[in-house]
């Protein structure tokens, strides 16, 4: 008779999650032959199939949503064990696994993740960049980052740095052939670079100045949903664009952009880290918590 293994569960158990061998073998950090191998090992010792695989897609099976339904509050459990053994550990180990945008890692990685590992040569820390907002519990994260408006209201959430501000920027090129804006509404005549919301919907230019606001629906040759790429078409002359200043304060300061507006942009949210309440966090987890904080009271306001 098969013997079901934890490993096998939770192989399943990501898989039906992620809806993705790929992006399933990835969370857990094992190869998607090695995820497939235990899943199919799993089904095996059932006689039945869980999942219905395509070469486009995985979905359960009624078999595998009973199943998922069933197993799924017990594993909790076992993970909870786990946790609360893991809690009393005398020094941090394992891995944290951390989802963050792009620019928010940027920010974090060394004041924060670098130095943490410094300290906790024993800790892996597993850190994901996306734009997508996701529910970091649902999709098996320790901790989230981003900034502090779009954090769900019901996560533990740690300030991380003072608030930055946007700033809107060109190429010395572009202004060879364009007048540089003096209030928002100059944004109209020139040519713009539109970023895109993870959802789908562009971003719109909020101004702010002596508490007179403008929000502007700017107009460009491309749109695109990723800041390395909004940097390099800018860096080209193509047009403006919109950006955290600190991703680019280094081009500003060598003379390769030239911010504009810059009486009209306006802060932007602080930084957060967040996380989900537990009743026994593992010791990395409290390490974690407990050194972001102590960066935070370093941090002038």
């Given at each position: 008779?098969?013997?079901?293994?934890?490993?096998?569960?939770?192989a399943v158990i990501a898989v039906a999650r992620r809806r993705s061998f790929r992006?399933?073998?990835?969370?857990l950090g094992i190869s998607t032959t090695a995820l497939s191998n235990a899943v199919?090992?799993?089904?095996?010792?059932?006689?039945?199939?869980?999942?219905?695989?395509?070469?486009?897609?995985?979905?359960?099976?009624?078999?595998?949503?009973?199943?998922?339904?069933?197993?799924?509050?017990?594993?909790?459990?076992?993970?909870?064990?786990?946790?609360?053994?893991?809690?009393?550990?005398?020094?941090?180990?394992?891995t944290l696994r951390i989802n963050s945008s792009a620019s928010a890692a940027r920010?974090?990685?060394?004041?924060?993740?670098?130095?943490?590992?410094?300290?906790?040569?024993?800790?892996?820390?597993?850190?994901?960049?996306?734009?997508?907002?996701?529910?970091?519990?649902?999709?098996?994260?320790?901790?989230?980052?981003?900034?502090?408006?779009?954090?769900?209201?019901?996560?533990?959430?740690?300030?991380?740095?003072?608030?930055?501000?946007?700033?809107?920027?060109?190429?010395?090129?572009?202004?060879?052939?364009?007048?540089?804006?003096?209030?928002?509404?100059?944004?109209?005549?020139?040519?713009?670079?539109?970023?895109?919301?993870?959802?789908?919907?562009?971003?719109?230019?909020?101004?702010?100045?002596?508490?007179?606001?403008?929000?502007?629906?700017?107009?460009?040759?491309?749109?695109?949903?990723?800041?390395?790429?909004?940097?390099?078409?800018?860096?080209?002359?193509?047009?403006?664009?919109?950006?955290?200043?600190?991703?680019?304060?280094?081009?500003?300061?060598?003379?390769?952009?030239?911010?504009?507006?810059?009486?009209?942009?306006?802060?932007?949210?602080?930084?957060?880290?967040?996380?989900?309440?537990?009743?026994?966090?593992?010791?990395?987890?409290?390490?974690?918590?407990?050194?972001?904080?102590?960066?935070?009271?370093?941090?002038?306001?």
């Amino acid at each position: 008779m098969h013997k079901t293994s934890l490993h096998e569960l939770d192989a399943v158990i990501a898989v039906a999650r992620r809806r993705s061998f790929r992006a399933a073998a990835h969370e857990l950090g094992i190869s998607t032959t090695a995820l497939s191998n235990a899943v199919a090992k799993l089904e095996a010792g059932f006689g039945v199939r869980l999942f219905t695989r395509t070469t486009r897609s995985v979905s359960l099976t009624d078999a595998g949503w009973t199943f998922i339904e069933q197993v799924s509050p017990a594993l909790y459990d076992i993970q909870s064990a786990l946790e609360t053994v893991r809690s009393h550990q005398s020094s941090p180990s394992g891995t944290l696994r951390i989802n963050s945008s792009a620019s928010a890692a940027r920010e974090i990685l060394s004041p924060l993740v670098l130095e943490f590992l410094r300290r906790h040569p024993q800790v892996h820390i597993d850190l994901v960049t996306e734009g997508r907002l996701i529910d970091v519990v649902a999709e098996g994260f320790d901790l989230g980052v981003r900034v502090s408006e779009l954090v769900p209201s019901d996560m533990i959430t740690i300030p991380l740095g003072r608030p930055q501000r946007y700033a809107v920027l060109g190429s010395p090129a572009y202004f060879k052939d364009y007048p540089v804006p003096l209030v928002p509404p100059d944004l109209l005549h020139h040519q713009c670079i539109k970023i895109r919301h993870p959802n789908g919907v562009p971003v719109k230019w909020r101004f702010e100045k002596n508490g007179r606001v403008a929000e502007i629906d700017v107009r460009g040759p491309i749109t695109l949903d990723e800041a390395s790429l909004a940097r390099a078409t800018v860096m080209s002359g193509i047009g403006l664009a919109f950006f955290i200043e600190a991703d680019v304060r280094a081009d500003v300061e060598a003379g390769r952009l030239i911010e504009v507006l810059t009486d009209w942009t306006r802060p932007r949210a602080p930084l957060c880290l967040y996380y989900p309440g537990r009743r026994n966090p593992s010791a990395a987890l409290n390490a974690f918590v407990g050194f972001a904080r102590e960066i935070q009271a370093r941090t002038p306001s």
